[in-house]
């Protein structure tokens, strides 16, 4: 067991007074030396530990009341700590001083016995309180050692194993009953868990009630079903019987039908014959036909003096932006619809296609890196290549909000137009699409959202610049 720390006051110098007082009434030490001399004959006994930590405290508290020549070497050291760490440190020096040096301890119990009043005087005389701690009259009895001194540190040490076997005993009960509390609780677990146990069983033997119930009605029906299935099968061996009657009969139908079949395709053979013949003075008729028509109206035009028809509907609206170009705005669409070359080829092969291409949208996309006049150049060249493999018309529109100047004439086939100062290339472009006439083949190249809807709605074909850019790296 640790020491008890002691206070950290000195004592008050009136408790230093009654203190000496003690002493100079306290029998003489030469008295206090024989007794202790009879009593050197007997060992010293074994103090319980709450005892002999007690006994330590007292004089570790009453060590710096000795004057200085009354301390003993070993404790002088000691008796210098701070009161709280007087006990803990100097606890075994102490102790044995006080086993050995009967003068030391005598010092020591006078001004113990100062301090502890009328409980010291009770141990003195041997009277102690019924209600006095039996550690602290131990501890005083150990130090003042009267008359059965040792009758007192006994009954200490059995107080103290007393209390401890009360403390043990109280322990076992307080365990007993928590046992107790928990047996009881699990009882009532137990209860509840037999109850929804017994109900399991009343609804587990409903179910098997149920479940047999149902198991006569399916066994009803399995006898129903199988009465059933005997005369479904009586029945379908009848059916068989007039079954192959009837395919007998249907086979001599059907060699019937294939003499008659036989004689149509012979008499069908013949009627080919017959309207063949027919066709070829049919066609030899229209053939005249049409030439006296075409004779008719070469006349006609010779005779109204009209003008061969060399000018297309993109034409017209080329007319109106025969402008000098300007620069290109800057600002690009994203690309929404179909990017596949192959769609771009289809489109091309339909009769007297109009391809119209939105110029900048097509070369900041595949040739951002060359100048403008360089994109112009290699976008213009590239297209002049599609017009003579296909012989369609193409148109390539630019912006023009900026003058340029010194253009490179177009390729054969290939119409360049730049937008007017105000007016855009998508504008340009919807008006050459709205320009064509129902049911022609133009197709848009721009991957500008609102181009390809635009054009969309006037019956075009918008495609994303990538299928251009893909049709002229395989050119």
Known sequence: MSLPEPSDDRPPVAAVDAARTAEADAPPDDALAGTDAELDLEPEPVLPEQVRQRVVALAATALPGLPGDELPVALRKVAKFAPNRRARLGGAAIATQLAGDPLFRQRITNRVLAEAGELGAAVIEGACPAAADPVEVAALAYLARPAGWRDLVEAAGAAVRAEA??????????????????????????????????????????????LREESRVLARTLRETQARERRAAELLATEKGRANRAAADHDAELR???????????????????????????????????????????????????????????????????????????ARARAQDADDPGRLDQLLALPRAHLVVDGYNVTKRGFAEMSLEQQRKRLITGLGGIAAQTGDEVTVVFDGAERVHGLPPAPRGVRVLFSRKGETADELIRRLVRAEPAGRAVVVISSDREVADGVRRHGAYPLGADSLLRRLARS
């Open 165 to 210: 076997d009360s403390a043990v005993v109280a322990e076992l009960v307080r365990e007993a009953e928590q046992r107790a509390t928990r047996a009881e609780h699990d009882r009532a677990v137990a209860k509840v868990e037999a109850d929804k146990l017994r109900d399991e069983l009343a609804r587990v033997r409903e179910e098997l009630g149920q």
């Open 256 to 330: 019937r039908v294939r003499a008659r079949l036989a004689e149509a395709e012979s008499l069908a053979g013949a009627a080919r014959h017959s309207a063949k013949e027919a066709r070829s003075v049919d066609d030899a008729r229209l053939w005249l036909l049409l030439e006296t028509i075409g004779q008719a109206a070469v006349g006609l035009r010779r005779e109204l003096a009209l003008d061969p028809a060399d000018r297309l509907p993109a034409d017209f609206v080329a007319d109106e932006f025969a402008e000098v170009p300007g620069a290109p705005d800057k």
